[in-house]
Structures are given as structure tokens and as C-alpha cells.
């Protein structure tokens, strides 16, 4: 590999790099908010959903050995 071709490459690399930012569609901020806020709404819900299995199979373990 020839040496001289490392600094071409990368220059190359980031000028095709800073090309395809431009082509790209970024959200408002108003659907940055909307969907960070979902996102977040959805991870509390799961949270929530799997913290109550953890303790309903908690409490039927605690029983289960007791008997």
C-alpha cells in the first residue's frame, strides 16, 4: 500500500462524508421533542410492565417456598 495514498484517501473520504450530510432530511425541533418525548413514554411503560412481572413472580416465589 502506498503511503501517499492514506492522506488522499481521507480527504476524500470526509469531502464524500460532508456530501451526504447535505442530502440529508433532519426533523424539526418540534419532532426531535415529539419523538424523544415517546420514546421515553414507551421505555417508562415497559418499566413499569416488567417491573410488576418482576414483582407478581417475586411474591409467587416467595410463596412457593414458604409452603
Given at each position: 500500500?502506498?503511503?501517499e495514498s492514506i492522506?488522499?484517501?481521507i480527504?476524500?473520504?470526509l469531502k464524500e462524508v460532508?456530501?451526504?450530510i447535505k442530502k440529508v432530511t433532519w426533523p424539526s425541533r418540534d419532532q426531535t421533542i415529539r419523538y424523544t418525548l415517546i420514546v421515553?413514554?414507551?421505555s417508562v411503560a415497559v418499566a413499569i410492565f416488567l417491573g410488576g412481572l418482576d414483582a407478581i413472580f417475586n411474591l409467587?416465589?416467595?410463596r412457593?417456598?414458604?409452603i
Open positions: 500500500m502506498n503511503s492522506p488522499a484517501k480527504s476524500t473520504f460532508v456530501l451526504e421515553v413514554g414507551i409467587l416465589r416467595q412457593l417456598i414458604s
